[in-house]
């Protein structure tokens, strides 16, 4: 299992950039497809990044152009760069060990999450 934990979080104005980093412990991290998810006040968790062992990357249409996704294997780590804030980006980012079947699912524990906020 993938034990994450997040960090990089803040307030950013809109068109503002912020980077978010992932210390995950386990054996497996570099052979382990890793993702940032997003939770949105009063809205379900959603898969914004995600990254391959292979680094083959996936991006919702939401981020995509705005937000890349990076790993660093040697750290145990993975990076979302977000470029060109909106104001509905904002949320608690969480990253975690992702699996593709039809559909993106989490499959490690959970942690703590950073938060991001952009004024409106």
């Known amino acids: 299992q993938v034990q994450p934990v997040e960090s990089g979080g803040g307030l950013v104005q809109a068109g503002g950039s912020l980077k978010l980093s992932c210390a995950a412990s386990?054996?497996?991290?570099?052979?382990?497809?890793m993702g940032w998810l997003r939770q949105a006040p009063g809205k379900q968790r959603e898969v914004v990044a995600a990254?391959?062992?292979?680094?083959?990357?996936y991006y919702a249409n939401s981020v995509k152009g705005r937000f890349t996704i990076s790993r660093d294997n040697g750290k145990n780590m993975i990076f979302l760069q977000m470029n060109s804030l909106k104001p509905e980006d904002p949320g608690v980012y969480y990253c975690?060990?992702?699996?593709?079947?039809?559909?993106?699912?989490?499959?490690?524990?959970w942690g703590k999450g950073t938060r991001v906020t952009v004024p409106s």
């Open positions: 386990g054996s497996r991290f570099s052979v382990t497809t």
């Open positions: 990254i391959s062992a292979g680094r083959i990357t």
């Open positions: 975690n060990a992702l699996k593709y079947e039809y559909s993106w699912s989490p499959v490690s524990s």
